[in-house]
Structures are given as C-alpha cells and as structure tokens.
C-alpha cells in the first residue's frame, strides 16, 4: 500500500512538469509560419503538389534548407497533407513536442532498468520540460529539426546500448537527416564500439557513417563558415567561453540582462559540469585502455568500480556516454562556428534544448557511478537546482510567450492584408516571394490564416473619435519614424489584453503590436514593466496620408481614439 502510494505521488510529481510544458504548446501555438518556416513548409508543399515524377518529388525531401536537410520534418509535414490536404504549423508543434515525449520516454526506460530509487528521476523532466528553449517548440522549423534530432540521436544510443546493431544504425540515418547537427551521432556510436573494442561492427558504423555524411553535404555550399574559421582565429577566447556558455545554457536565469551579465552564470556553471565529465569520460576509457595497450591508470576513488561488473550498468553507462559524445560534439562545432553572429547565440533560446540534456545526462551519469550515500546527495541538489531552473523558467518566458503571441497574430493579419509582417522587411525581394508564396497556399485551400486578429480589424475600423487623455497614450514623430507610447499598459498573460497601435486609410489598416517596456529595476528575474510602445519606420507602408490611432484591448473590451492625421512620405 505504501509503495502504490509512493509510486502515484512520485507520478503526480512527473506529471506536474510534462503537463504544463503541453498545456503552453496547445495554448500558445499559433498556426502562422515564421521567417525560416517558408522554405522547408509551405513552399515545400507547393512544389510537392507541381512535382511530376516520384524522382523529383524525392529530391524535394533531402533539398537543403539553408545548412540543413530537413528530411524528418518535411516527412511530417507531407504526412499531415496527405490526411488532410492542409497546412498547419500548429501541428509541427504539437509533432515536435511528441519527440521530446519520446526522448522522455527513452531516457526513462534506460532510467528503469536499474537499481535506482524511482525518485531519482524527478530532476529529469523538471529539466526537460522548462520553458528557456520556447523557440524550439514554438517555432516549426527547430521544432522540426532540434526536437527530432535529439530524439533519433538518443533512440540510437539506445538501441546500441542494447546492442541492437541494424537498429541502431537506421536510428543514426534518421538523426542525419533531421538536421545538420545529426552527423555527430556517428561519432557517438565510434566512441561506444571502440571502448566494446568491437571493431567489427565499428567499420560498418563508419562505413555508413562516410555514405550517409557524404551524401548529407553533396551539393550543399558553405554558408558562410569559413568566415567563422577566421573570426576563431582572431577571437580563440570567445569559442572556449562559448562551448561552456553553451553547455550551462540553462542557467542564463536574467534573459533581460546585457550578455555579460547574463552569460556568466552558464560560462561558469559549464565549466564546472565539465570537471565531473572529464573524470566520468576518464573513468570510462580504463576498461579500454587496460585491454587494449595494458595501460592500466588509478580509479577516482568515489568512483563505484562495481557498476562496470553488471550488464546493466554497462548498458545504462554507453547509453549515458553516447549522449554526451554527442551533446560535446554539438557544442564544440558551436562554440566554433557561432560566435561571429554575437555571443548571445551560445544561450539563444533555440539552443537550450542541448543544455538542458546536458544537466540530465551529467546528473544521470553521476548516479551510475557512485553509492547509494552519495546518490542520495546528488538527487536533492539535483532536485532543488531543477524545480528552481523550471520555476523561474515560468516566471521568466511565460509572459514572454505570450507577448510573441500575441506579435504573430497581429503580424499574421499584416500578412494577409498588406503583404509583409511574418519576419521580412516590407517590399523586399524576400517580402515579396513569401507574400506570393501564402497567397498561392491560400488559393489553393492548403492554408488558411487564424482569424483571431480579424475582430481587431473591425473594431478600429469603426474608431471615429479623438484618444482622450485618460488613456495615457502619446505619440511622436522622429525623422522617417513614428512612436507611439501607452504608459499606462499593464503586462497581462490574458490573451485577450493588449495595446496596438494603427495607421488607417480608408478600408486599409496596418496594425502594429506595441511592445511592454523591459523592467530596469533590482528585480534581477523580472522581464517586464508598466508602460507599452512601438516604433513605426514609414517605409513599412505605402506613401499617402493615415489616420494615426491607438486600440487597446482588456478581456476582449475595445476602447481607443485617432491620435492624428499624418503623412508618410
């Protein structure tokens, strides 16, 4: 009776971080592309539906999409088209949140096997299902490449582990052709079949391993690397500081902060994450060495040598080590190839997927190597350092998410009606080709825009009366620029409360998200302020003359004014 208790509070507990982690994807998911989206989605389907021959269709599925092949997540979405005719971001979100499910599950049934307290586990979803990483599952395209990648990476490792050969190579093919960061999953399974010393099967892995990458890079151009290999040269401090940035990405817990400020904590937190690693990663090349060279070195003393004499241990401890062979691979070529965009990549929210398996492979792979004392141990800080990491991951990107919501419904109406606003700039060449591109998908009944921003259309159409005073709304013109102020704008997660401004001209509107004020206080976690602007560039409109005015919006009650009448040139 104590135990099936035991078994439904510790249920209820991992139930806690899963679910509210599936509660944002369905609440805040919005079936608008964004920016990269266009490529590998809609206008993939396009030329799927104009494609003739099988052979074309198929060169559609492996064409690159910027440095990666999409294979995986173009799949998914022809599958989705296949049942329904439709395009729907929504559900490459909620597909991409089934493979981190997955990985979930994979983990855990590596995690069952051995003779750990059932507990011990809970840091592992309360690490995984934080909010730092939203623009992965909240954007299609790395939901479609970080998420799926990291699940066929870690089903490989799996199915080795459970020497599982054939399997686990077909694995490995899924991981390359998910993105471009699946190629490390080779040098994964090397590492694990050298310390078997099964060079058998590790000229097969290596042989498909030359097939596979080489046809991943056929034809593929540079995309600009070699100028990360001169920006390493110049600044070689920067890829050591970005690798360990990179790693303790998690622990960038003040978002709002000026990258020194908020890279610190990662920098520092990776670097000693990697101290444990290096002695884990030591300890289990000696099995290695003394078979192979005789070569036999001291033990780390709190080290438990029992855990390489079980089967299962053996297993759970290549499973653990693949991922990481895999996580330091990732972060190496990052560490290298990124920091000429800005530091701020190495914790970029699309990145924090990997800092987050990072923590849960060094915590896992410090239980599997020490006594039941010192395990322990090792799960309380464990646990404390995860449920903080989650909560202030809500406190902190909640309202985040939600104002990113609320900017791609306003952005999506833009879209529609006056060709610009899902992540170009207005009138470009690349403006231009999306507009084309969705008013193609929309023709043809592939796709369909959300119509939530349409009732806000309506309502300022029918604005007619000067603002008041009491709405605490100004505006200023500077240069080519217009600004517009709310200072009484409160921050609110209701989705039906928010401040937009608009330029007006007879039945053409553009409507324009104000953005809340960032928080200058002490306050070192809070995000967000009184107070909501925007800056309008005239050259997001065509010339003429506007009404200027302001709409804002709580529980869905309208009120707003004409600020004024103006000119864009």
């Known amino acids: 009776m104590e135990l099936e208790r035991n078994n439904k509070i510790f249920g209820l507990a991992m139930f806690i971080p899963v679910m509210l982690w599936v509660f944002v994807i369905l609440s805040y998911s919005v079936n608008v592309p964004w920016f990269d989206d266009f490529d590998p989605f809609p206008d993939f389907l396009r030329n799927w539906t104009e494609a003739g021959a099988a052979g074309e269709k198929i060169s559609l599925l492996f064409q690159p999409n910027n440095e990666h092949r999409m294979v995986i997540g173009k799949l998914i979405t022809l599958l989705y088209f296949q049942l329904t005719g439709t395009l729907n971001i929504t559900f490459i979100h909620i597909a991409g949140g089934c493979f981190t499910l997955g990985t979930l599950a994979l983990i855990w049934s590596a995690f069952r096997k051995q003779n750990f307290n059932v507990w011990y586990f809970l840091p592992v979803p309360f690490l995984l299902f934080q909010l730092q990483y939203h623009l992965v599952f909240l954007w299609a395209i790395c939901s479609m490449q970080h998420q799926t990648v990291v699940f066929f990476v870690i089903?490989?490792?799996?199915?080795?582990?459970?020497?599982?050969?054939?399997?686990?190579v077909a694995a490995a093919v899924c991981a390359t052709f998910a993105m471009s960061s699946g190629i490390f999953v080779w040098v994964a399974g090397a590492v694990i079949l050298i310390l078997r010393s099964n060079y058998r099967q590790l000229i097969i892995w290596i042989l498909v391993a030359a097939t596979a990458i080489g046809f991943y890079f056929a034809g593929m151009s540079p995309q600009g690397n070699e100028a990360s290999i001169a920006f390493l040269i110049k600044n070689p401090h920067?890829?050591?500081?970005?690798?360990?940035?990179?790693?303790?990405?998690l622990f960038d817990?003040?978002?709002?902060?000026?990258?020194?400020?908020?890279?610190?904590?990662?920098?520092?937190?990776?670097?000693?994450?990697?101290?444990?690693v290096s002695i884990w990663l030591y300890t289990a090349s000696l099995p290695w060495l003394k078979r192979t060279w005789g070569i036999t070195l001291k033990r780390p003393g709190f080290v438990n040598p029992s855990d390489r004499q079980r089967s299962e241990k053996e297993s759970f401890q290549e499973f653990l080590l693949g991922i990481m062979i895999f996580l330091l691979a990732n972060a190496l070529i990052i560490g290298l190839l990124r920091p000429r965009f800005g530091f701020f990549v190495m914790i970029v929210s699309n990145y924090k997927l990997y800092p987050a398996l990072f923590l849960i492979v060094t915590y896992l792979s410090f239980l599997s190597s020490t006594n039941?004392?010192?395990?322990?141990?090792?799960?309380?800080?464990?646990?404390?350092i995860s449920v903080l990491i989650w909560g202030i991951s809500i406190y902190t990107y909640l309202p985040a998410i939600n104002e990113r919501r609320k900017f791609l419904m306003i952005n999506a109406y833009n879209q529609e009606h006056n060709g610009f606003g899902l992540g170009h700039v207005p009138f470009s060449t690349s403006a231009k080709y999306v507009d084309k591109l969705m008013k193609e998908m929309v023709g043809a009944g592939i796709y369909r825009y959300p119509s939530e921003s349409e009732w806000l259309a309506l309502e300022i159409k029918k604005i007619d009366k000067p603002v008041t005073s009491e709405l605490g709304v100004k505006y200023k013109i500077e240069g080519s620029t217009v600004r517009v102020e709310d200072t009484n704008a409160p921050l609110s997660l209701n989705k039906g409360t928010g401040q937009y401004a608009f330029l007006r001209r007879g039945s053409k509107v553009y409507v324009f998200k104000l953005t809340q004020r960032s928080y200058t206080g002490r306050n070192p976690l809070k995000q967000y302020d009184k107070?909501?602007?925007?800056?309008?560039?005239?050259?997001?409109?065509?010339?003429g003359a506007y009404q200027l005015g302001i709409i804002k919006v709580e529980n869905y009650v309208f009120t707003g004014g004409i600020l004024n009448n103006i000119e864009v040139p």
Do not use: C, Y
Not at 155 to 167: C, D, N, Q
Not at 240 to 246: D, S, T
């Open 155 to 168: 089903l490989s490792m799996f199915l080795l582990s459970r020497h599982r050969f054939v399997w686990s």
């Open 531 to 543: 107070g909501s602007f925007v800056e309008i560039p005239f050259s997001s409109v065509e010339p």
């Open 253 to 276: 817990l003040f978002p709002e902060k000026d990258i020194v400020t908020r890279s610190v904590m990662p920098v520092i937190m990776g670097f000693v994450a990697m101290i444990w």
């Open 238 to 249: 920067l890829s050591v500081l970005g690798f360990f940035a990179f790693l303790g990405g």
């Open 372 to 384: 039941a004392a010192v395990q322990n141990k090792v799960f309380r800080s464990a646990a404390v």
